[in-house]
């Protein structure tokens, strides 16, 4: 059974940076599509980014393109989101998933993730 652990929020002033780690324990992560999605206080979830399988295909919603950078390393069985020039508007419950049920292109819809980390805080603020 996969499981997903994220890692690396907390408490940012705006225009800081903060890289996220999605560690998979369980499973290897090499045939799995994986998503970031965040969740504010009283906001529904949105997907942030993805990347598939390979790596070689990410995709990014509006908000964040320009700012935050997915990435993967098979070999640690992690991945990451690099979020630059972090806004207030970007405070909230980061969570990764996992799917196989995607080919091509990764959505940042999350129906199709079957496989969900804990979450983990972040707070842009002065």
């Known amino acids: 059974q996969l499981q997903l652990v994220e890692s690396g929020g907390g408490l940012v002033q705006p225009g800081g940076s903060l890289r996220l780690s999605c560690a998979a324990s369980?499973?290897?992560?090499?045939?799995?599509?994986i998503g970031w999605f965040r969740q504010a206080p009283g906001k529904e979830r949105e997907g942030v980014s993805c990347?598939?399988?390979?790596?070689?295909?990410?995709n990014y919603a509006d908000s964040v393109k320009g700012r935050f950078t997915i990435s993967r390393d098979n070999a640690k069985n992690t991945v990451y989101l690099q979020m630059n020039s972090l806004k207030p508007e970007d405070t909230a419950v980061y969570y990764c998933?996992?799917?196989?049920?995607?080919?091509?292109?990764?959505?940042?819809?999350?129906?199709?993730?079957?496989?969900w980390g804990q979450g983990t805080q972040v707070t842009v603020s002065s």
């Open positions: 990347i598939g399988s390979s790596g070689g295909r990410v």
């Open positions: 369980g499973s290897t992560l090499d045939y799995y599509f």
């Open positions: 998933a996992a799917t196989k049920r995607l080919v091509g292109l990764c959505v940042l819809s999350a129906a199709p993730y079957d496989y």
